[in-house]
């Protein structure tokens, strides 16, 4: 492969006037030939000023390409868009609110060339604030937001595991779900064109959707840190939950597609190792057991407990309410602990709110049609 192979870099936009800007600016910096690249921005629809900065850039800049995709379904739809223009042998994808760092092309061809089986590199992601006094880009960054390595036990770089013949529901939807997100990586576009994998149209999970379709054909995928963007992410905690309740949400569709079994896998999460095993159930999915869980649970029986010892007298009923309050406090303890580390101090109940938030959000995606595909996620504790 010429260290100079033609690379598509591809973006879906809508609505992204607070932050492409300064993706552009970080894309000019990476290093790679200006004759071997075209940014491809495909946009969905957008009513702000996106539009209209992607064309002032156009002027300056001959390798980017606008793709217009009006009412648009899904960022995977957008990108399919673009699959249709692209000229690059390497298809690089990322976001209008990501900055890759300097050695981003070049690191990711690097490990492409070096074995023909890889069908994507992936690096990791970081967070780079816009606004320093904005408390959920502050959270985003504390809790290592979309970062990979902590994904799956802070991996160090290499190959991921291969795709199993039998996938559990946490292979696909869990913690053992590999994947790359698409705000950083880079498939070889040979390999999607012998599969003939594109993108779904569902409104998420398409970027998991495309690594399980590589690897289960028996494609290797490469995780490189030293690939990096920062992410700018959200800015309210409103669009933060939102994005949460998308991420549970996309699993229950991925397990249909990918787990043949029926059965409910069991995951405990706050044992060490979180080991797990799949009970007999007439219907597919998994249930996570964490600190999340588990002070709701010993909370609501607090409650009952101590309904029921205002109505009766006997000593269990006494010792069962002392019992669950403490429960219930050493799992939420738990849960918030690492949230002291934050700063500034005085904002705790903060973090723990934005916390709370997000892992309730995450479990609302999980259920959200349930009815629908009749699997049955409870997602995990944060």
């Not at 910096?29 to 002032?56: F, L």
């Not at 780079?128 to 408390?135: A, C, E, G, Q």
């Not at 600190?291 to 000593?315: C, E, K």
């Amino acid at each position: 492969m010429s260290q100079n192979a033609f690379v598509s870099i591809i973006i879906p936009v809508k609505n992204f006037e607070r932050t492409i800007e300064k993706t552009f600016e970080y894309l000019l910096n990476v290093d790679y030939p200006r004759d071997s690249w075209e940014w491809v921005i495909a946009d969905g629809g957008s009513t702000d000023k996106t539009i209209e900065i992607i064309k002032t850039w156009q002027g300056k800049h001959p390798f980017i390409k606008l793709v217009e995709v009006p009412n648009c379904p899904s960022p995977g739809f957008a990108r399919n868009k673009a699959l249709e223009v692209v000229k690059g042998e390497y298809l690089f994808f990322t976001d209008a609110d990501c900055a890759p760092n300097k050695e981003w092309i070049t690191e990711m061809l690097k490990h492409f060339s070096a074995d023909p089986k890889i069908a994507a590199v992936g690096g990791e992601v970081f967070t780079l604030k816009v606004d320093s006094n904005n408390l959920v880009e502050a959270w985003c960054q504390h809790f290592r937001f979309n970062m990979v390595s902590p994904r799956y036990g802070f991996i160090k770089e290499g190959y991921y595991p291969d795709f199993p013949k039998e996938p559990k529901p946490s292979d696909i939807g869990g913690h053992k779900g590999y994947f790359f997100g698409t705000c950083n990586v880079a498939y070889r576009k040979s390999i999607m064109d012998e599969i003939g994998v594109r993108f779904w149209d569902r409104p998420t999970g398409e970027d998991m959707n495309l690594s399980y379709e590589c690897r289960r054909s028996g494609f290797k995928f490469y995780f490189t840190p030293k690939a990096k963007v920062d992410h700018m992410h959200r800015a309210d905690v409103k669009a933060l939950r939102k994005v949460w309740v998308t991420y549970g949400q996309a699993h229950l569709p991925l397990i249909d597609k990918y787990v043949k079994r029926n059965g409910l896998e069991v995951i405990l999460q706050f044992v060490k190792n979180t080991p797990s095993f799949i009970l007999p159930f007439p219907m597919r999915g998994f249930v996570y057991i964490g600190n999340f869980h588990l002070m709701h649970v010993w909370a609501f029986l607090f409650i009952v407990f101590g309904i029921l010892s205002l109505i009766f007298q006997p000593l269990w009923l006494k010792v069962g309410v002392a019992a669950s309050f403490l429960f219930t406090f050493y799992f939420a303890y738990q849960y918030v602990k690492w949230n002291f580390d934050m700063e500034p101090k005085n904002k705790f109940p903060v973090w723990c709110k934005m916390k709370y938030l997000t892992n309730l959000s995450f479990i609302q995606g999980g259920l959200k049609d349930f009815k629908k595909f009749k699997i049955l996620c409870i997602e995990p504790s944060f």
